[in-house]
């Protein structure tokens, strides 16, 4: 079993940065890929970026985030980040991380049903 833990959400104004962070507990189980999705009120959950072996860190990015967020993985804390820049309203939502015990295919990077393993999520809020 794999225990993900979410945090550094919070409120920040259009144009400002967020980092979230995620430990990961492995209490017998093992994490290969990991990974940041989101979900905004009303709508369905979507793949923010991932790191999806253990060993070259290949990183996949959504579109929609690509030059402004960065995905990062310490390997000896088992933790990975998200750096959040040039946030907009549109990336409120609530941010999970996820993880597998297998490293995961570019294709199925980004796909929320490759993870076994999920945080309680943090909420990223933009407004002004």
């Not at 990991?34 to 970026?49: D, H, L, N, S, Y």
Request: charge should be positive.
């Amino acid at each position: 079993q794999v225990q993900l833990v979410e945090s550094g959400g919070g409120l920040v104004h259009p144009g400002g940065s967020l980092t979230l962070s995620c430990v990961a507990s492995e209490l017998g189980g093992s994490v290969i890929a990991m990974g940041w999705f989101r979900q905004a009120p009303g709508k369905e959950r979507e793949g923010v970026a991932a790191i999806t072996t253990p060993y070259n860190d290949r990183t996949i990015y959504a579109d929609f985030v690509k030059g402004r967020f960065t995905i990062a993985r310490d390997k000896a804390a088992k933790t990975i980040s998200l750096q959040m820049n040039s946030l907009t309203p549109e990336d409120s939502a609530m941010y999970y991380c996820a993880a597998s015990p297998l490293g995961l295919p570019r294709a199925w990077a980004l796909n929320g049903s490759k993870y076994n393993y999920w945080g309680q999520g943090t909420q990223v809020t933009v407004a002004s």
